[in-house]
Nanobody
């Protein structure tokens, strides 16, 4: 089992940047595919980005491609989401998630992830 704690959220103006972090504890971090999801008020939780165990493959939602970058540091048990050129529509609670089962590829649906953090609020003002 793994525990996930997100940090780095906050209020930023349109065009600004934020870097989210997700610190993992409790199990071997490198054994998990890691993902970021977000949920806006009144909407379902949606995929943002994911990264394989070694970091060799990443994938992004179309809405964030070219603006967001996911990365991980297995020595620090941490996954990051660098968010640039932020837009008001990026406003949401951002969740970190861990997937222990996927052997190949990058899972992009919430049901494929076993463990979740508590979320961190990102608000982009216009």
């Amino acid at each position: 089992q793994v525990q996930l704690v997100e940090s780095g959220g906050g209020l930023v103006q349109t065009g600004g940047s934020l870097r989210l972090s997700c610190a993992a504890s409790g199990h071997t971090f490198s054994s998990y595919v890691m993902g970021w999801f977000r949920q806006a008020p009144g909407k379902e939780r949606v995929f943002v980005a994911a990264i394989t165990r070694t970091g060799g493959r990443v994938d992004y939602a179309n809405s964030v491609k070219g603006r967001f970058t996911i990365s991980r540091d297995n020595a620090k048990n941490t996954v990051y989401l660098q968010m640039n050129s932020l837009k008001p529509e990026d406003t949401a609670v951002y969740y970190c998630a861990a997937d222990s089962f996927t052997l190949q590829g990058v899972p992009m649906t919430a049901r494929e992830y076993d463990y979740w953090g508590q979320g961190t609020q990102v608000t982009v003002s216009s």
